[in-house]
């Protein structure tokens, strides 16, 4: 079965430093999002793509954090400089999306990468 | 924007009884309710899922029941399993916006530590 795929899993860095995320969404996706997971709260979005496109980047704190899906395939979250309130399960996920509404209900389902947890020492 | 509000964050049960989480969302233009398991250290896994053209869906033990006129909807576990035991999120979105565009945007509730004793 397909999966969405993410590195590293584990990031622990120092305050300042610069980090990056990579994800591989399922191949044929064109809705690729990034959400932030705090520990014992729900994913929240930062950032979504369909195909190249960014289409709501309303929750990503733009003075530090950027994406890009350059050729609207796998993408990549940076922060810099990392904060300790950065700290969290950085989580990818990709859904089949689609233009039309025919095809819409059907590619809405989002399915989730393991994740990249990140410690800012 | 959308806001949705999980109950309860914790829950225990014995092996066999039944679970019941509840959800209620803010934005009457919501349409798509997923629910998601993640067991620790793993990915969230869509468990099931309900449009908002339909009152009740049931999946083996999982069943999912959505009232749009009170903007609430509920996940109900019966038989459970210490393997159902894990944190569970219900989540909101508009599926289909103007125009017919996909938005898809997940909102989540805050989840519901689930525990199922033997």
């Known amino acids: 079965e397909a999966e969405v795929a993410q590195s590293p899993r584990y990031k622990i860095t120092e305050k300042s430093q610069a980090v990056a995320f990579w994800c591989d969404p399922i191949?044929?996706?064109?809705?690729l999002y990034w959400y932030r997971q705090i520990l014992g709260q729900g994913p929240e979005l930062l950032v979504q793509?369909?195909?190249?496109?960014?289409?709501?980047d309303s929750q990503l704190p733009k003075d530090r954090f950027s994406a890009e899906r350059l050729k609207g395939v796998d993408s990549t979250l940076k922060i810099q400089p990392a904060e300790l309130g950065d700290s969290a399960m950085y989580l990818c996920?990709?859904?089949f999306g689609g233009g039309t509404s025919g095809s819409l209900l059907g590619g809405i389902i989002q399915y989730f990468g393991a994740g990249t947890r990140l410690s800012v020492l | 924007g959308e806001n949705v509000e999980q109950h309860p964050s914790t829950l225990s049960v014995q092996e066999g009884d039944s679970a019941v989480i509840k959800c209620t969302y803010s934005?009457?233009?919501?349409?798509?309710f997923p629910w998601y398991k993640q067991e620790l250290g793993k990915r969230p896994q869509l468990i099931i899922d309900?449009?908002?053209?339909?009152g009740e869906k049931k999946d083996q033990r999982i069943a999912v029941t959505l009232n749009k006129t009170a903007k609430h909807f509920s996940l109900h576990i019966t038989e459970t399993q210490p393997e159902d035991s894990a944190v569970y999120f219900c989540?909101?979105?508009?599926?289909?916006?103007?125009?017919?565009?996909?938005?898809?945007?997940?909102?989540f509730g805050q989840g519901t530590i689930l525990t199922v004793h033997p």
């Open positions: 996920a990709s859904s």
């Open positions: 191949s044929g996706h064109a809705t």
């Open positions: 793509f369909q195909d190249e496109s960014v289409v709501d």
């Open positions: 934005d009457s233009a919501s349409n798509y």
């Open positions: 309900i449009r908002s053209n339909v």
């Open positions: 989540a909101a979105s508009i599926a289909v916006g103007a125009g017919g565009t996909s938005y898809g945007k997940l909102t």
